[in-house]
């Protein structure tokens, strides 16, 4: 749902949280990155950071330069200039990552939680309870069964929140309570209606599934995909996965840790939000 | 080859270089701004040794390191007391010293406050890593934490004899004796997710200082928030706990409210998140965080904008150029 208008809150003294409506979807966040893209366009010299998220954006100012009625005066004027009109196209990079379902690290991790917390459901068993998914197979095809939207990144360096683009494919979950205090490298997992892949060996809250053995963040830079930034996905970007085996993806660790592993990014296509939306309207009305 | 920088003999807990302004504009990819916990120590210690006042320094968290020099330079040592040696000899802080190619400082335990910092002329010349060569360790951005034999490099000298210099203690940080701190901060962005009676709690009740505190976040034990309607009637996309929400923006130095667990958030701090912010601290407040210590005390006191901009005006003064003396 999408506000009548802007809703801003300070964030003490050098911040504004700007909501734009209230939920997780695909309209609202394109909306959010519209917005964020038209502001960066004004250049207004007094903004340090903007963060674009799920359906609010964060904007770091200097209040020496801008007070904040100036600040929030101006965001209304340039929301009013674009309006809240979802079409258009885009140019949108499609990565399709592997992923080894069920493996052997998430698993463990899951176990090591258990061990802690032995009333914790395993996580694909929650999962698949809660969504109405017959087993772990069906699990596994309805994840890799859509393409994810970049929505947002934040948390951690490069840290991703993916959205399906397929309305039947929406997973959801509830976070880990109290959170893990470690999640492997590369893992997957789902938390609210969100998909993520962990960059690195962190603390975590999202329900494992699986892992992601092409790296997302290199902070040495030493792979090709990582020549002009740290961080392998952007806002806007979409994400396939494809499920690969044991054997696979220990090959994939290991083209990696040679330092040859090249991601599979396609670069030359562009997104028909119109298009897109006609579409998942049908599939909707078909589920 | 005669200059090359300084050799880390112990390097003490989790020593960074840090610089400022920070990691500016990539918050968006999930980097934290990183840069000095305690921004008027920092920059008194590089005025005193004739930095720019944001130039590359030295970051010690209750343990300080023991570093030889090997070239002759000019350093300063501020922030935490952390009784600092020079060839095994007490040296005053708050005060240029001049030290020789050979010479080891040694930083001890913090003995009043947490973080101390050391400037050196010319500044640390590590690499630039998206804009600055501020540390944020845990993820390995810009470097690490100094590390046994690392060998650190300094940007150029000034020719001719350094200036010695000092800060008058009225021009200092005024570090609690009686683990209690006073901190300023400002309702929002998420006070109306709160009932008005845990907002005047907030500000009304003592809050202790976690053992599990760091760069990321100042954990905080104290009574319990009650909620509004907002965060106990809202859509499933929120989540579960009345804390939680749509993964959101952190602010830095907001009060992040995770169940009933306040992790005010700093410097290192993640840059989204699925938690309320229902306050947040005045910028010009961050520094008395980083000298808290476990077990301290806070006591909030709330401030509007305007308030807030007369402390960084005030704090602006502390840190410029004129605030040093001639000894």
């Known amino acids: ?287 | 080859m005669s200059a090359h920088g300084f050799t880390v003999l112990k390097p003490g807990l989790e020593t960074t270089i840090q610089e400022l302004p920070g990691r500016i504009g990539y918050l968006e990819q999930g980097f934290p701004i990183s840069g000095p916990f305690d921004k008027w120590s920092f920059r008194q210690a590089n005025l005193l040794v004739g930095n720019p006042r944001d130039t590359a320094a030295l970051e010690c968290q209750f343990l300080g390191p023991s570093l030889r020099f090997d070239q002759d330079v000019v350093i300063a040592v501020t922030g935490a007391d952390m009784r600092p040696k020079l060839d095994g000899e007490a040296v005053p802080m708050w005060q240029t010293l001049a030290v020789s190619a050979g010479q080891v400082l040694e930083l001890g335990a913090a003995y009043i406050a947490a973080r101390g910092y050391i400037a050196i002329s010319g500044g640390i010349d590590t690499p630039v890593v998206l804009g600055s060569r501020a540390v944020f360790h845990m993820a390995r951005v810009g470097g690490q934490a100094l590390v046994k034999d690392q060998v650190l490099p300094l940007g150029p000298q000034s020719s001719g004899a350094p200036a010695i210099l000092a800060i008058p203690e009225g021009s200092r940080p005024c570090f609690s004796t009686d683990k209690t701190w006073q901190i300023e901060a400002l309702a929002g962005p998420n006070d109306d997710w709160l009932d008005p009676a845990a907002v005047e709690m907030f500000f009304s009740a003592e809050w202790s200082v976690q053992a599990k505190s760091n760069r990321t976040g100042i954990r905080l034990t104290g009574p319990e928030f009650s909620f509004a309607g907002r965060a106990l009637n809202k859509s499933s996309d929120h989540g579960q706990d009345p804390s939680n929400i749509i993964d959101h923006g952190y602010p830095l130095g907001a009060v992040n409210l995770a169940g009933q667990t306040p992790i005010i958030l700093v410097n290192d701090a993640p840059s989204t998140g699925g938690f309320i912010n229902p306050f947040t601290v005045a910028s010009a407040a961050f520094w008395k965080l980083a000298q808290t210590k476990p077990g301290d005390i806070l006591r909030f006191r709330r401030v509007d904008r305007e308030e807030a901009g007369q402390l960084r005006a005030a704090l602006e003064t502390m840190t410029c150029a004129g605030v040093t003396v001639r000894v």
């Open chain 1, 1 to 287: 749902m999408l506000y009548e208008t802007l809703h801003f809150s300070p964030g003490g003294d050098r911040a504004v949280e700007v909501e734009l409506g209230d939920g997780m979807n695909f309209t609202l966040n394109f909306t959010v990155h519209r917005l964020v893209a038209a502001i960066r366009e004004a250049r207004l010299p007094a903004i340090e950071d903007i963060i674009p998220e799920l359906a609010s954006l964060q904007i770091n100012y200097d209040p020496d330069r801008i007070s904040y009625e100036n600040l929030i005066r101006e965001i209304a004027a340039i929301y009013e200039r674009i309006g809240s009109d979802v079409s258009g196209s885009l140019p949108s990079r499609l990565l399709t990552l592997p992923i080894h379902y069920f493996d052997e690290e998430t698993t463990a991790c899951i176990e090591d939680y258990r061990k802690t917390y032995p009333e914790k459901q395993i996580d694909p068993d929650l999962l698949c309870e809660l969504n109405g998914v017959e087993n772990r197979a069906a699990l596994a095809r309805r994840h890799s069964g859509t393409e994810y939207w970049v929505a947002a990144l934040g948390f951690w360096p490069g840290l991703c929140s993916l959205l399906p683009l397929r309305p039947g494919s929406r997973i959801t979950a509830p976070k880990y309570n109290p959170p893990r205090t470690w999640t492997p490298k590369g893992a997957v997992g789902i938390g609210g209606a969100l998909c993520c892949i962990y960059p690195d060996r962190t603390p975590g809250g999202y329900q494992l599934i699986g892992r992601c053995p092409a790296p997302i963040y290199d902070g040495s830079q030493r792979l090709p995909a990582f020549r002009d930034s740290l961080a392998l996905l952007r806002a806007g970007d979409r994400v396939r996965f494809r499920p690969v085996s044991a054997e696979e993806c220990a090959w994939i660790d290991a083209e990696v840790a040679a330092e040859r592993y090249e991601h599979d990014v396609v670069e030359y296509q562009i997104f028909s939000v119109d298009q897109y939306l006609d579409w998942a309207k049908a599939q909707g009305e078909k589920a």
